[in-house]
T-cell receptor
Framework: EAGVTQFPSHSVIEKGQTVTLRCDPI?????LYWYRRVMGKEIKFLLH????????ESGMPNNRFLAERTGGTYSTLKVQPAELEDSGVYFC????????????FGEGSRLTVL | QKEVEQNSGPLSVPEGAIASLNCTYS??????FFWYRQYSGKSPELIMF??SNGDKEDGRFTAQLNKASQYVSLLIRDSQPSDSATYLC???WGAGNMLTFGGGTRLMVKP
């Protein structure tokens, strides 16, 4: 069974540019999550999809971030325009159930904003 | 504000010893507790979860929870160099899988 895959593994962009991160969850997992870790900080929750619906987006930092999961399969996280403080590692995770805490994480997309 | 605190380490133990990793959390309303292991550059991987006070054992790993003291720990017996990684404590305060993570403790097991 393939794990959670994320693309790109590393992206370097300039402040003001746009970046789109993609996540393919484990097949059959309705729940998809985005987390991120900025330098020196802990991993923080961004949002949670159940199929194509946003269940909880309380962790999204501001309206420069847009997450989508059209069709309930893969998800994208767009940052537009990117700021320096957006640099970090963006993790995607998926789970079959929504209340067990057993998340399967991808290896993350490292974003560097110059 | 719900917070999870861990000593960043590194915690260095010799091979074969017991490694003890600790975590405290700020809110008594916490529901469930998780330990994830993350090798450098890799994805976090769930290794233990615990919901009730007391100990839970799985192979060489034991999770301990004390809700009154708001404290959760992970013991690794017979530590191996392959256990060298960052261990992340995570807490779930309610429905859904919105986990709050600590900053992680880096464990180094020396041969």
């Amino acid at each position: 069974e393939a794990g959670v895959t994320q693309f790109p593994s590393h992206s370097v962009i300039e402040k003001g540019q746009t970046v789109t991160l993609r996540c393919d969850p484990i097949s059959g997992h309705d729940n998809l999550y985005w987390y991120r870790r900025v330098m020196g900080k802990e991993i923080k929750f961004l949002l949670h999809f159940v199929k194509e619906s946003k269940q909880d987006e309380s962790g999204m930092p501001n309206n420069r971030f847009l997450a989508e999961r059209t069709g309930g399969t893969y998800s994208t996280l767009k940052v537009q325009p990117a700021e320096l403080e957006d640099s970090g590692v963006y993790f995607c995770a998926s789970s079959r159930q929504s209340n067990t805490g057993e998340l399967f994480f991808g290896e993350g997309s490292r974003l560097t904003v110059l | 504000q719900k917070e999870v605190e861990q000593n960043s380490g590194p915690l260095s133990v010799p091979e074969g010893a017991i490694a003890s990793l600790n975590c405290t959390y700020s809110d008594r309303g916490s529901q469930s507790f998780f330990w994830y292991r993350q090798y450098s550059g890799k994805s976090p991987e769930l290794i233990m979860f615990i919901y009730s006070n007391g100990d839970k054992e799985d192979g060489r790993f034991t999770a301990q929870l004390n809700k009154a003291s708001q404290y959760v720990s992970l013991l690794i017996r017979d530590s191996q160099p392959s256990d060298s990684a960052t261990y992340l404590c995570a807490v779930n305060w309610g429905a859904g899988n919105m986990l709050t993570f600590g900053g992680g403790t880096r464990l180094m097991v020396k041969p």
